[in-house]
C-alpha cells in the first residue's frame, strides 16, 4: 500500500509540474511534503529520515559550479569568447553552427551551460537577426547549440546534472566517467554537427550573404567594443579551477574529501579574489528556487525507493526473458522517453536508483554512462526537455527575428522537433553502442 | 546594478532545475514586417537601438562603401532610407563627398566645465564613448534607458565599465542639482525646432528645466534630415539652454 501511495504521488507530481510549469515549485514542495507525511504514516520513516537520505552534497556541488560560472561571467569570459567564436564562424551559417556548437560543447563540459548560454546566445541571435536567417537556418542552428550543450554536460562529471548525481553519489570516480563519456559524446557532437552542416548548405550561397556577414561582424564589434577579458581575475579563476579538476581527478572518490568538499573549498578560493563581487554572488545570484526543487525531488524519490519499488522495477527488467544487454538496451530507450516528457531532474533522480540495482548485476560503469547518455538523449528530444531550452525559446522571442519574407521566425516546440529527432535517434545509438561495446568488452 | 551591469535579482539557474517557462510568442507588426522585408532593415533597425541612428549609419555607410563602393551606399540609400531618415542624411553626404566622421568634444566639455552630474538623454555611442573618455572622471555621467525601440540596456552599459551609469525614467530627477545638466542629442535644426529623441520629450517638464542648470542639445547631424524623421520628434530650440554644433 505504501509502495503504491508513495509512486503515485510521485509519478503525478511529475506529471503535474510538467503540465503546470508556472505552478511548478508549489506541486513539487507539495508533492514533497505529501510524500513526508505518507511515508510516517505508512511507517517508512518521516521528514527527518528522508531529508537525511538526501544527497546535500550534490546540492553543494551544484551550488559551488554555478558560482564559479557566475566568476568567470565577472572576468567577462564568456562575452569575449562569444564575439571571438563571431569572427572565427566568419558569420557564414555553416561557421555560426559548427563554432558555436564546438565551443558551448567544451563550455558544457566544465561550467553551467545556462550562464554561458545566456551571454553567447544573444551574439548568435545577432547574427540571425543581420542575416535575415530562414526559419530552417534559425532552427538548426539553436538547435545544434542546444544538443551541443546537453552533449557537453554529458561529456564530464561536473557538466550536467545527471553526471554530477553520479559523481556525488561516489557511483563512479571523476576519471573513470570522464574517459568513458568524453569519447561518446565526443562521436554524438561530430554526428549532430555534420547533420548540421548538410542542412544549413543550403542556406550558404544566399544573395547578399557577404554582405550581410561583414556588416553583422563589424556590428558585434561595435556592440561589444567594451568587452575586453579581466585577465587578472580570469587568470585567478583559471589556476583555481584546473587545481579544483586535478583534485576531482586524483583524490580516491572514497576519501574524506568528497568532490562536493573540493567544489565548496575551490569556489570560495576563487571567490576571494573579489570578495565584494563573492559576497553578493552568494547572497543574491544562488537560486533558491532550484535548490527546493531538486531537494523536494530527492525527498520523494528517496521515499519511493524505501518501499523497495525501484528493485522490485530493476528485478522486473533482469527478468525479462531476454539476454542482459537487450535488457539494459530497453531501460536505455525507458530512460531516454522519459527524459524527454519530464526532463533531466526528475527523470535522472527516480532512474538512478533503478540503474543502481542493475549495476549490481551488469557492468556498473556501463550502466551508469549509458544512463547518463540517455538522460542527454532524452534532454535533447524536445525543447522542454533541454535543459537550456525554454531560456533560448526566450532569449529567441526577444529578439523578433523577421525573415526576409517579412514572416517571423520563430524557435520552440514545434520547431525544434525534426533537430530533436535527430538527436535523440543519434545519442540514443550512441549510448546503444557505447553498451553494447562495454558489455562486450568487460 | 553589479560592476558587470548585471542586475543584481539575476539569479544561476541550476543544472537539472526547471527552467522558467517561456513567455507567449508575440506577433510580428506591420512595421516590424516591413522593415523585415528591408533585407537589411531588421539589421538597421537593432543596430540603430542600441549605438545611435548616426554610429549606426556611419557603420552600414562604412561597410558597404568598403564592400560595394558607391553603387552599394546609393543602393543602400535608396532601399532603407525612406525608413530611416539620418541613413539618408548620412549615405547621402557619403555620396557627395564626406568620407569620415569626426566627433568634437572641446565645445561640450566647455559647455559642461563645472557640472558634477551629466545626465544624457537619447543614445549615441559615438559621441557618448567620446564624452566618457573627455570629462573629468570626477563627473558622473548617467544615460537615461529609455527608447521607442527594443534595447538591451546591458549590453550598453556594459560598455563603459562603470564610468557610465544606468537612470531610468522614474528616478532620473535625483541627478538634478545646481551643478547637473542635461545633454541630449540633436539631429538638424530647421528655423526654430531642433529634432530630438522623443526620450527628450519625456524626460522635459516645467519643473524639470529648473532643476537642472543647463539644457544642452550636442548636434550630431550637419542639418535637418531631407526625408520625415519618423523615429525622431520636433521640439523647440529654446527648450535647450545651448545647442552645441561642431559637426560642419
Redesign the interface.
Known sequence: MAALVLTSILVVTIVL?ARF??R?MLIVLAGAGGSCLASAVFGGGGSRELLADVPWDVLVL??T???L??AF??G?LF?VLAVRAAELSRASPVGIALVFGVAMYCISALM????ALVLVL?VVL?IL??S?ASQRQVTWTLGTLLVACNLG?AATPI????A??LLGRGAMSFTTYLVRAAPATMVAVLIILVVATLVLRRSQGRV?N???A???R??LR??????RLERRLVLWLSIVFVAMLAAWTLLPASGPISADLVGWVGVLIALAARPA?GE?AIR????????L??LALFVMVGAVRRTGVFTLVASGLTSLPVPPSVQLVLFLLLVGVVTGVF???PS?AALLEVAAVLATRLPPNVVYVGLALSVCAGSSLFLTAA?????A??LT??T?????????V?F?FTQFVPVGVVSFVAIELVAVGYCLIGLALE | MSSSGRPASVRIRLLGAPSAPAPPASEVTIEERAIGRLGLGAAFELASAELGFVTASWLFVDEIARLSGEDGVASLRDELGPMFSVLDFVATEWLQGKRERSIRTDAIVQALTGTRRVLVVGLEAGHLDALGRVLDPATRIGLVAYRLQKVDWKRVIDNYRGRVELVDLASFQGWAGARSAIVTFVYGMRETRVNVLSAFLRVMGSDVRTQFRDIIGWSVLSGPPEIYPRYLVETLATELTDIIDETR
Do not use: C
Open positions: 509540474q510549469p508556472t511548478r551544484l551550488v559550479l554555478g558560482l560560472s557566475e561571467v565577472e567577462r562575452a553551467n551551460n545556462l550562464t544573444p545577432i537577426k543581420v535575415g554536460g557538466g550536467d546534472f545527471p554530477i548525481l547578399g557577404e554582405v550581410r561583414a556588416i553583422s563589424s556590428l561595435s556592440l561589444y567594443r567594451g568587452a563581487f553578493r543574491t545570484r544562488v537560486d533558491v528556487e532550484a535548490v526543487f531538486l526532463s533531466a531532474g535522472m535543459t537550456a531550452g525554454p531560456l525559446q526566450s522571442e526577444r523578433d527575428l523577421v525573415g526576409d519574407d517579412g514572416a517571423r520563430r520552440g
